[in-house]
């Protein structure tokens, strides 16, 4: 059974953003569904862009996956990602963000944390 959690970033200001945490035992079932904001209000424009998640391990080692925009909310900044099992190898706490690619622009959100246990099995 699939775990989302919602979430608010934004490219300009902190926000704040409770501590993401699951375990190692939840593989391919954590789904992050991210509103990505101009400032603390406006919604980014989403149209025609890409976007990735960008995690440093506690280890520094630094994981990147593809972000899934959905053209029909694409103007709402919302953006959705299916944690790969490579995302959260390594337990801890992470920092993670989003970064936005437009034409030649790169765009990343501010960094949030997720925290990573070990599983039981």
């Known amino acids: 059974m699939p775990i989302t959690y919602e979430l608010t970033v934004s490219l300009t200001e902190n926000l704040y953003i409770p501590l993401i945490s699951f375990s190692q035992s939840n593989v391919d079932s954590v789904i992050l569904d991210i509103q990505i904001l101009v400032d603390r209000e406006k919604p980014l424009d989403l149209t025609g862009s890409t976007a990735e998640i960008v995690m440093k391990a506690p280890s ?16 709402n900044g919302q953006l959705s990602v299916l944690l790969d099992e490579l995302l959260y190898a390594e337990t801890g706490e992470h920092l993670a ?25």
């Open 60 to 75: 520094n080692t630094i994981s990147t996956q593809d972000c899934v925009i959905d053209p029909s909310e694409a103007t």
């Open 97 to 121: 963000e989003i970064y936005i690619y437009h034409n030649t622009e790169v765009m990343p959100s501010k960094p949030f944390k997720i925290r990573i246990e070990s599983g039981l099995i």
